[in-house]
């Protein structure tokens, strides 16, 4: 990284390495409803991470980080009728930035979501979705307040045509004009970004597809 001064790159970096367990069931009580349960664990061990050199303004690249995790994945999805479906799915993890016996940072422990498509026609549909993110820790050095949870909520109105050779779409993008963000690093040399990263707000868009074969 000859062309930054601050962030050093180190010939003598290992690659990371991920060891990973995980365990699936699949449960079918009808057959229009499909649960899926998958249960992980997983260590990360030798994170690249950027270290600050003694005496200096400058950081390093070092083989120092370790991390791991426990959680569990849910999905249920159901065809209601000939006209609706719903898919669902959550997830958690209890994640350990095992260097500092904390929590681990920036990644969601909780995370929900859901959609339902309704088939208005033969050839239109209107999908309501909704994404929650939540419980997002900062790293233990960073003084900043928790990270806010958001909602996202989005509709989409799609129309086919030509047997299905042409579709027309009206998206509504974050309807509920959430002011959703991700979290930002906080580290120097890494820019603080007080107020972290914004997501879009309320968009309205249009799409055109157009098959060939």
Known sequence: MQSNPTVLGNPNLEPETLESY???FNYRPT?????????????????????????????????????????????????VNDYLSLLTNYAWQNAEDRTTDTDAANSPEQQFYIRGVATLTHDCDFTVQLNRVMDRNRSFDDPRTDIDDYTIVDLTLRKRFLGNQLELALLAKNIFDENAREPSLNATPTPLIPDDLPLAGRSLMAEIRYKLF
């Open 22 to 24: 995980e365990l699936a």
């Open 31 to 79: 057959f229009d409803i499909n649960i899926d349960l998958n249960l992980f664990h997983y260590r990360w061990d030798d994170i690249i991470q950027f270290v600050p050199d003694p005496g200096g303004s400058t950081r390093t690249a070092q083989n120092v980080g370790e991390q791991s995790a426990e959680g569990l994945e849910i999905e249920l999805s159901w065809s």
